[in-house]
């Protein structure tokens, strides 16, 4: 039982580059998610899903797309990578009284 | 205005002594849970504690306890004990949803960073 994995766990962009950050779960959980983390602050959600097929944004979804076709899979892409988006980024699954979080990817745009 | 709001940039406790972590949140949702995490400096979010709007009791888990005074709508979160393990950034976080379903979106608080010392 893995949890939640993420891939890459570091990644280094230019800026307008495209990339898709990949999130899996291996515990059947219907709802995944997505933050930032920008230094000092707490985390910011970006997307969330709450089964396959069914996306939502969240406080800053601004430049990222998601889609969910299974229940394990949740990727981010980035689509025109910006400076700002220079951050280290979560994905999430969980249930109602937990919320298990992945080890994180850090991303760095120039 | 900010829905999870934490008082505390940051706390520093004696070896074995206990701590409390300020958390409050603003809601109009009935149904709610809250949550704290902890981030050491390896960077990731560990899961501690999660209370619900319509738990009777204060939730507990091993050393950590969740003061819950919901007409205060603070959640506060004590560790007893404290270890030198315990140093790390602590998040307080809200769902606002019905319980009983799996739908929730996080809002974090700004963190506390407890340092313990010998």
Sequence with gaps: NAGVTQTPKFQVLKTGQSMTLQCAQDMNHEYMSWYRQDP???LRLIHYSVGAGITDQGEV?????VSRSTTEDFPLRLLSAAPSQTSVYFCASGKIYEQFFGPGTRLTVL | ????????PGMFVQEKEAVTLDCTYDTSDPSYGLFWYKQPSSG?????IYQGSYDQQNATEGRYSLNFQKARKSANLVISASQLGDSAMYFCAMREGPQGT???KLTFGQGTILTVHP
Excluded: R
Excluded at chain 1, 61 to 65: A, F, S
Excluded at chain 2, 1 to 7: F, R
Excluded at chain 2, 44 to 48: A, G
């Design chain 2, 102 to 104: 799996s739908y929730g």
């Design chain 1, 40 to 42: 000092g602050m707490g």
């Design chain 2, 44 to 48: 990731e979010m560990i899961f501690l």
């Design chain 1, 61 to 65: 979804p601004n430049g990222y797309n």
């Design chain 2, 1 to 8: 205005a900010q829905k999870i709001t934490q008082t505390q």
